[in-house]
């Protein structure tokens, strides 16, 4: 079992960018790909953007694409969330997991797709 841990989040103005991480402890990070999601208040847990095992391939939700960039460092058993051109919309706590290695990697990912889960940072973005 991996242990996940997230930092990294804050309060931002609309347009300005973060950059997650989320450090894992255990023997299997890099054999599972990682996945961000996140949860608004009063909203359900959403897919924001998952990476493979090997950091070769990578799926966005499109309510992200083209404004952030999930990356791995498997020798730091790190994964990033590089967050860019942030909008309100973008507020919420923000979740790194790890796949089950069951599903098919895409963006039609679930949070039942994904087992250990982080304590989840929170991602302000002021208007």
Same mark, same amino acid.
């Given at each position: 079992?991996?242990?996940?841990?997230?930092?990294? /989040?804050?309060?931002? #103005? !609309?347009? =300005?960018?973060? @950059?997650?991480?989320? %450090?894992?402890?255990?023997?299997?990070?890099?054999?599972?790909?990682? /996945?961000?999601?996140? #949860? !608004?208040? =009063?909203?359900? @847990?959403?897919?924001? %953007?998952?990476?493979?095992?090997?950091?070769?391939?990578?799926?966005?939700?499109?309510?992200?694409?083209?404004?952030?960039?999930?990356?791995?460092?498997? %020798?730091?058993?790190?994964?990033?969330?590089?967050?860019?051109?942030?909008?309100?919309?973008?507020?919420?706590?923000?979740?790194?997991?790890?796949?089950?290695?069951?599903?098919?990697?895409?963006?039609?990912?679930?949070?039942?797709?994904?087992?250990?889960?982080?304590?989840?940072?929170?991602?302000?973005?002021?208007?």
């Amino acid at each position: 079992q991996v242990q996940l841990v997230e930092s990294g /989040g804050g309060l931002v #103005q !609309a347009g =300005g960018s973060l @950059r997650l991480s989320c %450090a894992a402890s255990g023997r299997t990070f890099r054999s599972y790909a990682m /996945g961000w999601f996140r #949860q !608004a208040p =009063g909203k359900e @847990r959403e897919f924001v %953007a998952v990476i493979s095992w090997s950091g070769g391939n990578t799926y966005y939700a499109d309510s992200v694409k083209g404004r952030f960039t999930i990356s791995r460092d498997n %020798a730091k058993n790190t994964v990033y969330l590089r967050m860019n051109s942030l909008k309100p919309e973008d507020t919420a706590v923000y979740y790194c997991a790890q796949s089950l290695g069951i599903a098919t990697m895409g963006a039609t990912m679930t949070h039942t797709d994904f087992g250990s889960w982080g304590p989840g940072t929170q991602v302000t973005v002021s208007s």
